[in-house]
């Protein structure tokens, strides 16, 4: 219930700050600031922080449903890198400080680093917090255009190291998590536009949604995007229960199908809507655009596919038995 009113409450942030005009702005460099207002005064970027440094101490399955809610607005402000970047400060023993945060894994472009206050970079299990006005930024973008900066290292202005519950790969863990949740979102928000376009768009005297070959893509992308949402969901109940490290495998299979679901999800919204998705003033390329470059952020289905297998095989008992076992663990 907590995060499906948090996701609410981020619904209605975005409704009133974000569009498809803001996202154009974004696009062209704008910081959205009227819509990051919107959210930090709802405080969610602490979220993940426990309560004893003055965050919400929720889990993580409390905050999916709010970053699915971010991914159907296709995520105009660093809300879901505040959040991880901010988790991750607290679990080094460094108190977060306030305004736009990100995080990275060493010598990794830096999602939105031009515009946040802080950055966290990990090396391994090393964490170090960094004042964003003190390091030298080589811009970049990701095919969605959203910032993705490389920085000159600088002095950190506090360090600490994650516990092993969190892992020696964390940064890529966080990553994954995050995104797989904002790749179920921006699927909703896609299959959404697409089923309107087909109950309007008329062919032949009635409406394309009639044609059957139209359900039936219509009815694939409707399953892929329950499986993301599914598989992200699962994911942040393994973390909440086992930690980041040994939640590998349920983060990986999230991963991979956000993954697959997000070419299916997309190449099927861009078949609906022809040429019209694509125009600059439409909000469909705005989502698959972030759906493409979003499968790669945190390791690829190819990467995640790899790592699943590898914990497989060192678990040595029947794969029959592993399943079953992680999934009554994670269940209830």
Known sequence: MIGTELADQVARALADAADVS???????????????????????????VPEARGGAGLGFADVVPLLEATGRAAAPVPLAETIGAAALLAAAGIDPPP??????????????????????????????????????????????????????????????????AWGADAARGVTALLRAAQIAGALQAALALAVDHANTRKQFGRPIGRFQAVQQQLAVFAAEASAASVAAAAAARAVDRRGLAEAAF???????????????????????????????????????????????EGGSERFWSARIGTLIQGDRGPLWTFLTSRDQDISA
């Open 250 to 296: 349920e983060i990986g299979c999230a991963k991979v199908t956000a993954g697959e679901a997000a070419a299916k999800g997309a190449a099927i919204a861009h078949q609906v809507l022809a040429a019209m998705g694509i125009t600059e003033e439409h909000a469909l390329h705005h989502l698959t655009r972030r759906l493409w470059s979003w499968r790669d």
């Open 22 to 48: 803001t996202l154009r702005a974004l696009e062209s460099g704008a910081f959205p600031q009227a819509a990051w207002d919107a959210l930090d005064a709802l405080g969610l970027g602490a979220a993940l």
């Open 99 to 164: 305004g736009v945060l990100t995080f990275a894994a060493a010598r990794a472009p830096v999602p939105w680093g031009r515009h946040a206050a802080h950055v966290v970079l990990l090396d391994g299990a090393h964490v170090s917090l960094h004042d964003a006005a003190s390091l030298t930024w080589t811009e970049g973008t990701n095919i969605a255009r959203e910032p993705r900066d490389m920085p000159a290292t600088s002095a950190p202005i506090a360090e600490g190291t994650l516990p092993n």
